[in-house]
Every structure is written in C-alpha cells, then in structure tokens.
C-alpha cells in the first residue's frame, strides 16, 4: 500500500494524546500505544478513504516501515546483543564477584546512587548504550542498598539523555549539527559548543541526581513511597509485592561460582572500547582526510557503530569465557539466546514507539502543525527562547527527544536568523533542553523505555515517579528561557552570569521546599 502525506491540523495530536492519557489510566503501555497508533490510522483512512480495512493496513505499512529503516534495525539488533552480554556476564558470576566487591567499598545508599550517577556521567557517547549498561553494572548494587528500582531508573534516564545532549562526542551531537543550518554564519559544531552553557534542563537535571542521592530525605512525590517500601519492606519493585526481586529469564540464569570482578568489567570496557572505535570508523576518522573527532563523531553512523561495538564485545567475551571453563560453547550462545530474550518486552514497546512517531510524523504531519503554530505566533521576539522550549517540550513528549530537535532546530534557527540573530544560540539551547524535558516526561520515550528496561523497572512507575522531578526543572528553565530573551542582547557572557545563577538558585529553593510540601502521608496500619 502506498502511503500519502496529510495535513490534519489539530486532529494530528490525537494520537500521541489517545497513548499517553491511556497510559497513565490503564498502566499498560503495549495496550495504550496501539490504541493510539490505531486512532491515527484511522484518522488517515477517514481522509483517504480507505475503509475499515484501511486501519489494519495503515498501522502494518508504518510499523514494517520503521522497523526497516536501518537506524532502527541497528537499535534492535543493539538491544539484542546487550541483552546477551547482560546475560553472559551474569551466567560467569561476575556480577556477582563485583557485587560482592562493591558492598565492602560502597557501604551506604548515598554511596551507590552516587556511583551511580557518576557511571552514567561517564558513558556519555550514547543514551541507549548509556541507559542499558548503567542499569546492569549497577543494579546488584543498589539493590544490596535497597534503593528502589524506580529511583535507579531516574538516576538512569537524569545522566543518559541530559548528558549526551551536552557532550560534543556523542551520537547526540552528531545528529544535531547535521540539522543546524548551513547558512547560519557558523558551523553546526561551533553552535553546538556556545549551546552547552546554556542547555539549562540538561545541567540542572544532573545537578539535581546528585543533590538527591546525595541529601537524605530530599525525595518528593510518588518516589517517596517506592523508597520507603523498598527501605522498610524491601520490595524493591512493585511488580512483585512479595519480594525483593522481579524474577525474569535473567533471574533464572545459573551463576558460576569461578567469577571475577574483572568477568564484569572487561566486557563492558570492551563495548565502550568497541563501540567508540566503530564510531570513530564509520565517521571516517581514519580515512587519511585529516577528520578531527569532532567532525568524525559528526559524520558517524551510531546504531550501525553500536551494532559492531556489541558484535565485538560478544565474540571476545567468549574468547575470555569459554576457554576458562566458566561454561562451554554450546551453553554460551543458549545463555546469549536467554539474554535476547529477556530484551523482547522493551523491543515491542520500542517498535510500538517508532510506529506510533511514524504515523504522527509521516503520515499526519504533526511537525508540520506544531512548526506552523510557532511561525504563526506574532509574541515579541524576547519570547521566542522560551516558546521554543515548550513546543520542542509538547513535540518530544508526544513522538521522541531526536524528533523534536530534528524539526525544530532548522525551523528555529532560521527564524531567529531572520528576526533575532542574537537569540539563535539560546534558541538552540531551548529547543534542546525541551526535547529531553518532554522525553523525561512521556511514556513513549525510547530513553524512558530503556530506563526502565535497565532498571528492571515497571516502566509506568518509573515515569510516574520522575516526573515530579522532571517538571520541577522543566519550571524553572522556563523562567530561565523567559529571562533569556531579555537579557541575551547585553552579550554572552554577561547573559551567562544573570541566567545561571538564577536558574541554580530557584531549582535549590524548589528541591529544598517541596520533599516538605510534596511529601505523602504515611497510612495509618
């Protein structure tokens, strides 16, 4: 069946809309997605006329569609062979050797966020990578600590996305300085770096992991119960109310009592290792061109370079493995088969996510209505930083972070290019910090996804519990961004000095007052 674009208007929002409030309702996330995806299809059809049958064949057509664009395949082959490399290096014991390490040199539960937080810092070249290693490196340990799985999926998902909008070798930065247009007068690169500064979502969100896990009895909302439940009861999930574990195909892999630490820490070095070398190839960083790594990580193909980074760290994980007789050959791909497995759950949602961002953007044009709602605006210019934030923060929440900014970095820059030249890098900023915002607050997020997936965590009360902590933040860049437009013209950096310490200062005041104002009441027994 072949495919046409539309222009709906308004009726391009529904389906997004149908998905997340069905969501939150039910907490079926497979169930909610595709009935959103059907409101869609069946909004297409009416304007086609296609009849009934025209639903079915509209959401096949798009979901087939966006599994085989390569980027996406790349994702899911990714996920597959994470899931195996998870599985083999709980099968060797050296998750457990580490655990077991770990609870002798981390010895409190500020301790193990913090690490935590410091791990996903350091991961930086990738959110899904990020997302998916974090949470199997580190969940042995926060649950040693009895830190709650939907507080390590927030810790998780505050320093995957936050931190590789911000790092210029990254798979992030890469794609945005493709869509920064060319005749701006600077590069995309250039661009991207003075944004840094000024990306106050991304800076304040990692600022505020640490002040939580580090500051006791700094939690608010829905999260204080999940901490309380897994301190006092230790239920760390509420997937199971009668234990302290979510037993899954992972669960049940035996673990070999010949572990090493290092049976952990090689494999995992080894992907980085892997997987920043593939990206640096792909990028063509040694084609003897004379590329920097700027302009390599720019040109890279990162779900292609993920795919040989896991390929790499699976067939040396089994050079290291096999032939110390931690388990045979055969055992090893059975082991790497249950690993694939357990990653099917989180590849449904995410293949229901992309078709849902398909039908939105390629079939309704939904980008198309949200871009003509910001050209159409006639606010002063001084508005258009924060305005940018909270259509890049409604776009993201309703498709994902990388579509949002791929639909409104062109269209923002060149109308401040047009208007406002003075106001394109903050602008940039804006765009940016509101499509990880509205990422962090939706449930169809593919970072939000994996989040939850690494954290072994039920996937609508992850996004129930940060969300509080995501629009306290998401509140005060707006204030930041409104502030912005107004002060920008007096110059970079005396704009950096009001911007900054003012945005710091209100979200310190936020997190200080609200555990007291948002904290749930205790039920009487």
């Given at each position: 069946m072949n495919t046409?674009?539309?222009?709906?208007?308004?009726?391009?929002?529904?389906?997004?809309?149908?998905?997340?409030?069905l969501a939150f309702i039910t907490k079926e996330v497979v169930f909610s997605l595709l009935i959103g995806i059907m409101s869609g299809a069946l909004i297409y059809s009416v304007i086609f006329n296609l009849g009934i049958l025209g639903i079915f064949t509209v959401t096949i057509d798009t979901m087939i569609g966006n599994l085989a664009d390569p980027e996406n395949i790349s994702i899911v082959i990714f996920v597959a062979m994470l899931g195996g490399l998870m599985a083999l290096i709980i099968r060797s014991g050296g998750s457990s050797a580490y655990g077991s390490w770990a609870s002798g040199k981390i010895k409190t539960k500020q301790g193990a966020s913090i690490a935590t937080s410091l791990?996903?810092?350091?991961?930086?070249?990738?959110?899904?990578?990020?997302?998916?290693?974090?949470?199997?490196?580190?969940?042995?340990?926060?649950?040693?600590?009895?830190?709650?799985?939907?507080?390590?999926?927030?810790?998780?998902?505050?320093?995957?996305?936050?931190?590789?909008v911000i790092a210029p070798i990254s798979s992030w930065a890469g794609a945005i300085i493709s869509y920064y247009p060319e005749t701006s007068g600077i590069s995309g690169m250039?661009?991207?770096?003075s944004s840094i500064p000024l990306n106050l979502y991304a800076l304040l969100s990692v600022t505020m992991v640490f002040?939580?896990?580090?500051?006791?009895?700094?939690?608010?909302?829905?999260?204080?119960?999940?901490?309380?439940?897994?301190?006092?009861?230790?239920?760390?999930?509420?997937?199971n109310a009668a234990s302290c574990e979510v037993e899954d195909d992972l669960d049940r892999i035996p673990v070999s009592g010949k572990g090493k630490?290092?049976?952990?820490?090689?494999?995992?070095?080894?992907?980085?290792?892997?997987?920043?070398?593939?990206?640096?190839?792909?990028?063509?960083?040694?084609?003897?061109?004379?590329?920097?790594l700027f302009d390599a990580f720019g040109d890279t193909d990162a779900g292609f370079s993920l795919c040989l980074g896991g390929?790499?760290?699976?067939?040396?994980?089994?050079?290291?493995?096999?032939?110390?007789?931690?388990?045979?050959?055969?055992?090893?791909?059975?082991?790497?088969?249950?690993?694939?497995?357990?990653?099917?759950?989180?590849l449904l949602i995410l293949t229901l996510a992309w078709t849902i961002s398909g039908i939105c953007g390629d079939l309704l044009n939904t980008g198309s209505?949200?871009?003509?709602?910001?050209?159409?605006?006639?606010?002063?210019?001084?508005?258009?930083?924060?305005?940018?934030?909270?259509?890049?923060?409604?776009?993201?929440?309703?498709?994902n972070s990388w579509g949002a900014f791929g639909i409104l970095i062109p269209i923002g820059i060149t109308i401040c290019n047009s208007v406002a030249p003075q106001l394109s890098i903050v602008s940039l900023s804006a765009i940016l910090a509101g499509s990880v915002f509205g990422d962090h607050c939706s449930p169809l997020a593919d970072t939000t996804i994996l989040s939850s997936l690494g954290a072994r965590c039920n996937h609508i009360d992850h996004v129930i519990t940060q969300m509080p902590y995501g629009l306290t933040v998401g509140a005060v860049c707006i204030i930041g961004y409104l502030i912005s437009g107004f002060v920008i013209p007096m110059g970079y950096g005396i704009s950096l000095a009001l911007i900054l310490p003012v945005s710091f200062a209100l979200l310190f005041l936020l997190i200080l007052i609200l555990p007291k104002v948002l904290k749930p009441v205790e039920k009487k027994k």
């Open positions: 046409e674009f539309s222009y709906v208007g308004f009726w391009s929002v529904i389906p997004p809309l149908v998905a997340i409030v791990l996903g810092l350091i991961i930086f070249i990738d959110d899904y990578f990020n997302c998916l290693t974090v949470g199997t490196v580190m969940r042995p340990i926060t649950d040693r600590h009895k830190i709650s799985r939907e507080k390590l999926a927030y810790i998780i998902d505050s320093t995957a996305a936050p931190i590789c250039q661009a991207f770096l002040w939580i896990s580090l500051k006791k009895n700094s939690d608010y909302g829905k999260m204080v119960n999940a901490e309380r439940r897994a301190a006092e009861v230790g239920i760390l999930d509420s997937n630490i290092y049976d952990l820490i090689v494999p995992i070095f080894l992907l980085v290792i892997f997987s920043i070398a593939a990206m640096l190839w792909s990028g063509g960083y040694w084609d003897g061109e004379g590329k920097s390929i790499g760290a699976l067939f040396a994980t089994m050079l290291i493995f096999v032939p110390r007789k931690l388990f045979g050959f055969g055992e090893f791909f059975k082991v790497v088969g249950t690993g694939i497995k357990s990653m099917v759950p989180a209505y949200v871009a003509y709602l910001v050209e159409a605006s006639s606010m002063p210019v001084q508005f258009i930083p924060v305005l940018l934030f909270i259509i890049a923060s409604a776009l993201s929440f309703a498709t």
